[in-house]
């Protein structure tokens, strides 16, 4: 859908009192836009909702960075941004966009501030130093894939199935490794709430990685973790929770099954973006309930998975002959093939290893070789020791 509005690059009028700024401005969006948003929220008497690639570093159409020639898209809250409908000053900032508001609206205070200590880390600014080294198509290169981080919700779970500080220690090892990007596979807070995800930045940006720091949405990563709850600090903190990006010729998705499902809209996207002709990955947290050596707990079938949206789900992966499908949630680490697609579950990043039904339980991170003939993953357990992943 075409955006409702679009700002020329005209010379900045003077500033306009009464009108505040919630979000932070992208890597193309200039003072003279800012002021002709502001002006059309003095005209419209509402907040006018800055989107489009210069605003978010990228296009959520192409996944490519935004070019000088691109445009500036904007909009009213309950517009279209050609993904869904813009539900509120809140969903707009969280997805990465900058809302020109009277000064009535405002962003909660703590949510705010979080969205400004987490912008280099949002997936727009990674991507974008992604983009900054760029492969040339069919080159061999390298990514790292570390599962799930939060040590448990519960002291009696990390006591008896954790060790304290191993997500860091892992993600260090990654991070020397050099990869081209890391890959986590979400639940980087055992719940998704303003005072977790602080203190998860604060250890981010401790540990300070070099590579690009990419992320899934984990269902733990909502405010509450089971079902379809708010997941609105991990929007303000890393933006959209579906995008896509192509490298050396090889397309990589990201899919929020957060909520225990994969809706008709994100299945709709995925069969926009899926190419049989274009090597592709896929990264999600929850695994499909069909894959039920891991998702079903004795006779709780798939209960370990998301069940709306799976099949649907599996056979476009089998359909695009998808290379890989990267998964969390469950912490393990197994390999499953179904329709000629492998199913990797990779979820050791450093949460609890309870008992279940996968056999392999140990903290983990992978490193995936990507060439010509295929992809070859080698498993980098926490004490240490390394082995190819079969």
Request: net charge positive; charged share 20%; hydrophobic share 40%.
């Amino acid at each position: 859908m075409a955006p409702l509005l679009s700002a020329p690059a005209v010379s900045a009028p003077p500033s306009l009192p009464g009108i505040r700024l919630l979000g932070v401005p992208g890597p193309g969006v200039t003072p003279a836009h800012i002021e002709a948003a502001k002006a059309l929220a003095v005209r419209a008497g509402k907040p006018v909702v800055v989107h489009g690639s210069r605003q978010t570093g990228f296009s959520y159409h192409t996944g490519l960075p935004f070019s000088a020639s691109s445009d500036l898209n904007l909009g009213v809250i309950g517009a279209w941004d050609g993904r869904r409908p813009i539900a509120s000053v809140e969903d707009a900032v969280g997805r990465g966009y900058l809302v020109a508001a009277p000064a009535a609206a405002r962003l909660p205070g703590a949510l705010g501030l979080l969205q400004a200590q987490a912008r280099p880390w949002r997936t727009d600014e990674q991507l974008s130093r992604l983009a900054a080294a760029p492969r040339t198509s069919g080159e061999s290169f390298r990514f790292a894939v570390i599962g799930d981080a939060e040590p448990g919700r519960f002291w009696i779970a990390r006591k008896l199935f954790n060790t304290p500080g191993v997500f860091w220690k892992l993600l260090a090892r990654a991070d020397r490794s050099k990869p081209d990007f890391i890959l986590q596979l979400g639940d980087m807070v055992s719940r998704g709430t303003v005072a977790k995800f602080w203190a998860f930045f604060r250890g981010l940006s401790s540990a300070g990685p070099e590579t690009p720091y990419l992320t899934v949405i984990g269902n733990h990563d909502r405010h509450k973790p089971h079902g379809v709850t708010n997941d609105r600090v991990y929007r303000a903190a890393f933006g959209g929770t579906d995008y896509h990006f192509d490298r050396a010729g090889r397309r990589f998705i990201v899919l929020d099954s957060s909520a225990g499902r994969v809706t008709r809209a994100q299945l709709s996207w995925l069969a926009g973006i899926l190419d049989p002709a274009v090597p592709t990955v896929v990264f999600t947290h929850i695994p499909p309930a069909p894959l039920s050596e891991w998702t079903d707990w004795g006779r709780i079938k798939g209960a370990g998975g998301f069940r709306e949206g799976s099949e649907a789900f599996m056979g476009l992966m089998a359909a695009n002959k998808v290379q890989r499908v990267y998964m969390g949630h469950i912490h393990g680490l197994g390999v499953l093939e179904r329709g000629g697609v492998k199913y990797v579950l990779t979820g050791g990043g450093g949460s609890p290893l309870f008992p279940g039904p996968v056999k392999k339980r140990l903290h983990h991170w992978l490193s995936v070789e990507a060439g010509p003939e295929g992809l070859v993953e080698t498993v980098h357990a926490a004490d240490g020791s390394s082995f190819l992943l079969r």
